[in-house]
């Protein structure tokens, strides 16, 4: 062991919520351990959340080896918690692999890399460089405003998860720098999180939620796998560069996107502190279709991931995460795995779940927004196609009711401008207006109350109809009353428009003559 030591499995570095409601931080065998007994993490990056889930899924399949089949897995979903001695078993065997700072092998980095300047001297970059919410090089800020000549300085709890956040969602861009182990780079790829969703499903504890988003591997699911196939703490080889085929499922979770290693330093009170690291482009598995996400075809046919707008709420496209069919299924693999236990009562399932999906957008590798929303569903939304249907028809109102909206504040601002005004400036002036962004903003509590129900038949859509029309119209008054002052032309057009936009939520809601 080196100068400098801090192992995962003994330290503690996850923030957790104890049932009880307590935050304690722990570490890794710990954590697992207590699954049964913690509600969550307590972290405000969804970005190290999100990685930090999908490098604990890893590290449960190689633990409980499996399931292999159906029943290993419903045995294991009816265990409630995991077996203390394979889980010790699991860690004594690897426990070296989960040091930060070891020498030969450190977690989740290439020991020895070193990027080399023009001179043959060894040139560390900051560990800003690896956190997606920070200012480095030519990349946009976030939620960070510090700049390149701020040198951080962090323990290593903290970059224990960025080094997790960075392998999953580090974006592309120029590189141009020589390491001493793959020569000269001119630029990276995207991580292994960055193109897609992350959909989860969320269990009553960490137990729960590990186990339902386990699924079944074998040589074929939920990848192609290769006997040698395992997570990258127990590889004896560095890795690759660029765009490569994984070796399979376990392989692809724990992806190196990048070669990095972390130089720790001891501050004035003797603590392990990172502020500088080494970095190069590692391995990236493009062409492997996210289990945890979904797919759909454009207009040319060609498949693509969906991706987060910054514009456009999650929950808006929540129909996709659960459409099946007997020709086609694209819902993220958990949420097929436990409709079909659903379907086949293989297990004692919760009425209800929640679902969790995590994303980042990106334009030219510059981060634009970063995302966790949580959908309430009845469970036989995973099972049940008529549900699909219900939510389907649900989301196509809330749709209507937005077409209305918008046509009828566009007329409003119409009839106010001269009458050579262009569409341009009606749209502008309508952006301005702000009431479509009103729209979306309640609509979305609205949505969360109506996916709760949607197993209710007709007293869900009853229900979504009222809503859909009380918000489009106060949003249709609030929007127009903040930006034009009454005045006999605005009155005129006010009344025309009004008459527009409850004319037309009577017809796309088919409400009939309800009083307005």
């Known amino acids: 062991m080196g100068e400098f030591s801090f192992n995962l499995i003994d330290e503690p570095w996850i923030p957790c919520v104890i ?58 979903y009816q265990s409630e918690e995991f077996k203390e001695s394979k889980v010790i078993e699991y860690f004594e065997k690897w426990h070296s692999r989960f040091d930060l700072f070891s020498e030969e092998y450190p977690f989740y980095q290439t020991a020895g890399l070193e990027i080399i300047d023009k001179d043959k001297k060894s040139s560390p970059v900051q560990i800003s460089s690896i956190q997606t919410a920070k200012a480095n090089g030519n990349t946009k800020t976030l939620f960070d405003h510090s700049l390149d000549r701020e040198v951080l300085s962090l323990p290593p709890k903290e ?20 390491t001493n182990f793959f020569d000269y780079q001119q630029s990276f790829l995207h991580g292994s999180m960055v193109t897609g969703l992350f959909c989860l499903l969320m269990g009553a504890n960490l137990f729960n939620t590990l186990t339902l988003n386990m699924l079944i ?77 979904i797919i759909r075809e454009n207009k040319k046919g060609e498949i693509y991931s969906v991706q987060l707008e910054p514009e456009r709420m999650i929950w808006r496209d929540s129909s996709a995460f659960f459409t099946f069919g007997p020709d086609a299924d694209e819902r993220p693999k958990a949420f097929r795995h436990i ?15 929640r679902c969790a999906i995590y994303a980042l957008a990106n334009d030219k590798a510059n981060p634009l927004a970063w995302r966790k929303e949580m959908l309430s569903i009845p469970t036989d939304l995973l099972a049940e196609k008529k549900l699909v249907d219900s939510l389907r028809k649900g989301l196509s109102l809330i749709e209507d009711g937005a077409s209305v909206l918008d046509y009828a504040g566009k007329s409003f601002i119409r009839e106010c401008l001269p009458e050579n005004s262009k569409e341009a400036e009606i749209r502008s002036k309508a952006e301005s207006c702000g009431f479509m962004m009103i729209y979306w903003d309640q ?61 037309g939520l009577a017809k796309r809601l088919k409400t009939g003559g309800e009083q307005q």
């Not at 207590?34 to 307590?42: C, T, V, W, Y």
């Not at 970059?159 to 969602?169: F, K, N, T």
């Not at 009562?345 to 779940?353: K, M, N």
């Open 339 to 353: 409709g079909n236990a659903r379907l086949k009562r293989l297990v004692s399932l919760p009425e209800r779940h």
């Open 159 to 178: 970059v224990a998860l960025i080094l997790l956040s960075a392998q999953g969602y580090l974006m592309g861009g120029l590189n141009k720098k020589t």
């Open 19 to 76: 049932q009880s409601g307590e935050y304690k931080e722990m570490g890794l065998k710990e954590l697992l351990l207590s699954a049964h007994d913690i509600s969550g993490f307590d972290l405000q990056n969804p970005l190290e959340e999100a990685a930090l889930y999908r490098m604990l899924l890893a590290l449960v399949h190689r633990i409980v080896d499996g399931p292999k089949d159906t029943m290993a897995w419903k045995e294991l």
């Open 217 to 293: 591997c074998n040589a074929d699911k939920p990848i192609p796998s290769q006997p040698n196939d395992c997570p990258v703490w127990e590889r004896d080889d560095i890795g690759g560069e660029g765009i490569a085929t994984p070796t399979g499922y376990f392989n692809y979770l724990t992806c190196k996107t990048r070669h990095i290693s972390l130089i720790p330093e001891m501050d004035n009170n003797g603590t392990p502190m990172v502020r500088r690291l080494h970095i190069a482009q590692g391995e990236s598995f493009p062409d492997v279709r996210s289990p945890f996400g």
């Open 443 to 503: 609509m979305e509590s609205a949505f969360h109350n109506f996916i709760m129900v949607v197993d209710q038949g007709d007293v869900s859509f009853q229900e979504l109809k009222k809503r859909i029309k009380t918000i489009a119209r106060n949003a249709f008054k609030t929007g127009i009353e903040q930006r034009y002052m009454s005045s006999a032309r605005t009155y005129r057009s006010w009344v025309r428009a009004s008459g527009l936009l409850n004319s």
